[in-house]
């Protein structure tokens, strides 16, 4: 016969009410003792003492693989880049629709130029580099009236802003603007108009 555990009574009583003393089951004591032995491989890597790099190496290093694959987020486009982005005709047929909806009523449809300068000829106000350009539509220039269309648009739309006002240059507008700014590129045989 095996030998059944006494039950033992604990001397103290509750508003009259004793309770055993018994001890916790087994199966419990190793789910306890378990989970002591795996809290130090959850504290591991919080605490930056894991094997691997720590949160701010992999954050850095992600957001170096990021700005490589991003370069507007990072600043680092380059002329060739932005000039890159007229000879994309998607990037160019989704640049109109976001011309003519948001840059249009300044430079008309045509950027002929309105209240805003003429697009199509060889004079820029604020620098005709590609770069240029793209850093005018992202900043604006608010003592000109231009708002910073970054705020307001995506990344790809304003690349697809730029890229069709590249496209612009050159065409012959119904009715142009005069010629304001720089000509660019500098030309020492014609003068340039003076900004207004």
């Given at each position: 016969?095996?030998?059944?555990?006494?039950?033992?009574?604990?001397?103290?009583?509750?508003d009259?009410?004793?309770?055993?003393?018994?001890?916790?089951?087994?199966?419990?004591?190793?789910?306890?003792?378990?989970?002591?032995?795996?809290?130090?491989?959850?504290?591991?890597?919080?605490?930056?003492?894991?094997?691997?790099?720590?949160?701010?190496?992999?954050?850095?290093q992600a957001?170096?693989?990021?700005?490589?694959?991003?370069p507007?987020?990072?600043?680092?486009?380059?002329?060739?880049?932005?000039?890159?982005?007229?000879?994309?005709?998607?990037?160019?047929?989704?640049?109109?629709?976001?011309?003519?909806?948001?840059?249009?009523?300044?430079?008309?449809?045509?950027?002929?130029?309105?209240?805003?300068?003429?697009?199509?000829?060889?004079?820029?106000?604020?620098?005709?580099?590609?770069?240029?350009?793209?850093?005018?539509?992202?900043?604006?220039?608010?003592?000109?009236?231009?708002?910073?269309?970054?705020?307001?648009?995506?990344?790809?739309?304003?690349?697809?802003?730029?890229?069709?006002?590249?496209?612009?240059?050159?065409?012959?507008?119904?009715?142009?603007?005069?010629?304001?700014g720089?000509?660019?590129?500098?030309?020492?045989?014609?003068?340039?108009?003076?900004?207004?």
């Amino acid at each position: 016969m095996a030998d059944k555990q006494q039950d033992h009574l604990l001397e103290h009583s509750y508003d009259g009410i004793q309770e055993f003393d018994n001890p916790l089951p087994t199966w419990w004591k190793w789910i306890f003792y378990a989970t002591m032995l795996v809290v130090p491989i959850y504290l591991w890597d919080p605490l930056g003492i894991g094997v691997g790099p720590g949160k701010e190496k992999a954050y850095e290093q992600a957001m170096a693989e990021f700005n490589a694959a991003h370069p507007k987020s990072a600043g680092t486009y380059t002329d060739d880049q932005v000039a890159a982005f007229a000879k994309d005709p998607a990037k160019v047929e989704a640049g109109k629709v976001v011309f003519a909806s948001y840059c249009a009523a300044c430079h008309r449809a045509d950027g002929g130029g309105l209240i805003g300068p003429n697009l199509t000829d060889d004079f820029w106000i604020h620098g005709g580099k590609p770069t240029e350009i793209l850093k005018t539509v992202n900043e604006g220039v608010l003592a000109k009236g231009m708002p910073n269309w970054g705020k307001v648009l995506k990344p790809e739309q304003v690349e697809g802003a730029v890229a069709y006002v590249q496209t612009l240059h050159g065409t012959n507008p119904a009715n142009p603007k005069a010629p304001e700014g720089a000509k660019f590129p500098a030309d020492s045989a014609a003068p340039a108009p003076a900004a207004k």
